[in-house]
């Protein structure tokens, strides 16, 4: 059996992010730390990789420049309804970076090894059992005793089922396709960001999206189509034929591309997020629930995450009683409750005339809303 004092289960974002800062935070206990990653960087990993400001602010302050990874800045974000709605832009920056997240991923790791920290990849975890004075950890080969164990495992992560069994599920259904950008399509829709919330009174409560990318340096499309479940007690459409329509739209063919298909589990207030030894982060916790955005959550959670495993070690104390407490009451958690209260209200109120009017006339109240209590929360977290 390997002893550790701090185990980080999953080399995503979240993961990555609590081991950088923990290293920011406190060397000493960041070489004590072990990351377990069950795959080989570059890895893939199902994302459209839209990042917004929150996230590149995070990298930011760890010294980290996500310009070093190759992307695509869409210059606007569009939120339409059927194709005509509001759109978005920062001042004098990019609304969204577009990365593909083998690449990101894979730089941010290699940050991570950079700066000391301990990855090993390739290792798969099989179970994670908390004891009253430590956690144990079962992975195809090995047995690891540790006195802190993160669970970064994402949406389908086996933290999460081991600690919590019986806790209630809440996961958004998502499918994404990319195919090469369109040469004749106009210069603006090649380099912004559309959000379309058009197939929300058929009962899909989320959007269609279709984002700028590139793959290898060939100017692609990522397109994709995110429902939260909230009207899953209703008929609904196939979840791949609102995309099938956004795409057509716009002069694709959905079946002329690869569609896949991954799971996004999204906050809730009312979910558990710890158990004694064990914090949960990323997606293993909970997304965005609005747009099901974790990319910059993730990054956020890790660096709640690591401040609180140091106050655990400064309390010698590791029941994460409180983490729950602290987090929805940390800008990150207030931004996730808003997202979820927004969530909860726009797509339950699914009526043809309120979601077309919401998204073509109401930004006056969408903007300053998504500015102040959806977006910047970063700058705020401690
Ligand atoms: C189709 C799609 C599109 C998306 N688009 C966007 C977007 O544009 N912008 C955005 O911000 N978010 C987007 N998201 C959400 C985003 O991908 C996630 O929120 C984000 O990846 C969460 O990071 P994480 O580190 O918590 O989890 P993950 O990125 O899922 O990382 C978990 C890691 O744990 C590892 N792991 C899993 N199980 C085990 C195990 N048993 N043992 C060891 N390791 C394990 C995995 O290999 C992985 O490396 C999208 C998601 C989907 C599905």
Redesign the pocket.
Known sequence: MELTDILI????????STALHLQQLAPQLARRTLV????RYP?P????????AD?EIILQRLGLDAGEVPHVDASAAHLDFAGRGLRVRAPNSHAIR?IR?DEF?QWLAGKAKDRGMEIREG????NVQPRPDCVIVE?EHEVFRSQVVVG???????TRRCILPNESVHTAR???VLTPAHAQSRAERREHAYFDFFSVPAGIAGYT?D?PTQVKGESMRCW?V?DTNLLANMPRPALKEPLAEEMARQGFDLNQAEL?????RWFSPFAKFSAPHVIL????AG?DPV????????LG?GQFAAREIVRAFERNEFSFDGYKHRLVRSALGQALIARWGIAQVVYRLRWNWFQRNFWRHMGWVIGPVAWLFVLNWSKRLS
């Open positions: 289960l999953g080399g995503g974002p979240s993961g990555l377990l990653e069950k795959a890895r990993k199902l994302c459209a990789g839209g990042l917004v996230a577009v997240r991923d290792i798969k975890i099989k992975t970064a495992d994402g949406s389908n992560g086996v998502v499918l994404e999206w984002f994709g995110y896949q298909g991954h799971p996004i982060v990323g997606d293993a997304a747009f099901g955005e974790g990319i910059s959550i993730a959670y």
